[in-house]
């Protein structure tokens, strides 16, 4: 939902303006701005929760507080609850987060459950910025002599401030300088930690096998988070891989849908009999959704590699191969639907990929553990990155049920011999026998693939970087330089750092993107 710009400090609305046009892609049913003293807020809104009174930036009862934001907080009616006293001027889940952190600080926003990044300022001079705790929403920002900017995406800032630009951390909030003082220095303190400390070590089984109860508990708690994800006023579909993730995700929100009288949208891509489409066809046919697929040919992937790349303001070769069949998947989506659910999530909480399984470093409880913990600190770097860019791309949310701060927590107190295999497990084999009843069995034992590679859209793309590197190769071109040491992994991985660089050709990777590809 939406794409917000914040300045604090020395204020230069041109500038401003400049960038909020860049992302107006990610809220194209309205813009909206407010410019205080030492501030400056703008928004291009994605209508999702109040369509028509919800517009920002909005104002406390005095017009001395504003906010914008990006996302969904899902508890926002216990929130108004909390909060009786308060005459709401909208029914906007980020008023309640902006009226919690107006009553009790910037300590509420710990409180806050849902996907956001929120910028607040008051015309005496104070203001929060944040972004939750897993970093599902982006957030960039710059900080410069007298002023600093704030921004979803990388492509709102100006060429000369690309340098400057950093990832804004998950799970911070920052206040600008007190009024007298540099209002642009500012402060940050964490106000919580992607995965809760409570849930880092390993638990240990009391049993060799889970129970009845077990299974039952991971099915509430799943489902009940996929519920939280449907809230909206608009409609929500499904991204269908094919693979066991997002089928749990649309068997229980078709049975959602299926209570309130309607039917599931759900879209999948894939080239012609391409594995994920063929079996994407056959959740959709059990669960019986309005289904969409899209089958691209090779020129489609062709015409929409550069625009990948250049869209999720990334070059790495595995987020660019599946971001290809995903921008498309998502520009035929939101001819349908304003918000989709992914299955993004679930390999960290239940080790479903093959290299915890496969590397003797992981095979114990504690070291899995840890494993589980650190890949999903670093998913706001690379898949939730993709994820967010394709679909807002579009103007479409895409929302992650997996990455629920409940699910998360209680996923991760399960013991984490369960989730190891041998003894006749498969990968995820919990999360399988959790959902037996519900899943085509056909796809409940389907093994894994990458995205890119069971939508076909793999081998397409390979052929496209051998047909790229022989022609630089003639030219005698060599890749642009990388700062700060970095390797380039693989001639894919060259081809696609030339397109990236052609468009932030000033941002330092290693203070934006992580550090995946750290020499």
Known sequence: MCGIVAAYGDIDPEKCERMLARINHRGPDDSGRIQLETAWLGHQRLSIMDVTGGKQPIADETDSAYVVGNGEIYNHEAIRDQ?????????????????????DGSAALHDLRGMYALAMAHTDGHGVVARDPIGIKPLYWARLENVTLFASELRAFDEEDQPHVEAFPPGYVW?????????????????????????????????KNWDEATLSHVRMVLSDS???????????????????????VAA???????????????????????ADLLAARAVAEY???????????????????????????????????????????????????KVVLTGEGADELFA?????????????????????????????????????????????????????????????????????????RTEKQLLREAFQDMVLDDILWRGKEQFGDGSGAGDVLAKLVEKEKAKEGAQGAEPPAVENGWDLRSDEEVAYYRTWFRTFSGVRPNRTLGAFATA
């Not at 402060?187 to 089984?205: G, I, L, W």
């Not at 994800?229 to 749990?248: E, K």
């Not at 229980?252 to 391409?274: D, H, I, Y």
């Open 226 to 248: 996929v519920r939280r994800h449907m809230m909206s006023d608009v409609p929500v579909g499904v991204f269908l891989s094919g693979g066991l993730d997002s089928a749990i």
């Open 83 to 103: 909060l009786s006293e308060v005459r709401f001027a909208t029914d906007s889940d980020t008023e309640s987060a902006f009226r919690l952190v107006l009553r």
């Open 352 to 424: 479903g990929y093959s290299y915890v399984h496969e590397d003797p470093a992981f095979a114990t409880p504690d070291a899995l553990q840890a494993e589980l913990v650190r890949s999903i600190e670093t998913l706001h770097e690379l898949n939730l990155q993709r994820c967010d860019r394709t679909t807002m791309n579009y103007g479409l949310e895409a929302r992650v049920p997996f990455l629920d701060a409940t699910v998360m927590e209680e996923m991760l107190a399960i013991p984490a011999e369960w989730k190891l295999m041998g003894e006749g």
């Open 252 to 274: 229980v929100a078709a049975k959602v849908a299926q209570e309130k009288g309607e039917r599931l949208p759900t879209f999948a891509v894939g080239t012609e009999n391409s």
């Open 287 to 337: 669960l019986g959704t309005d289904h969409h697929e899209i089958i691209p040919t090779a020129e489609d992937l062709e015409e929409a590699l550069d625009e990948a790349v250049t869209v999720i303001e990334h070059f790495d070769p595995a987020l660019v191969r599946s971001a290809v069949p995903n921008l498309l998947l998502a520009r035929e989506a939101v001819k349908h639907v």
């Open 175 to 207: 206040t600008p300088g007190l009024p007298g003082t540099n209002v642009a220095d500012g402060s940050m303190v964490r106000f919580a930690d992607a995965v809760p400390v409570q849930v880092r070590p390993a638990r240990y089984a009391p049993d």
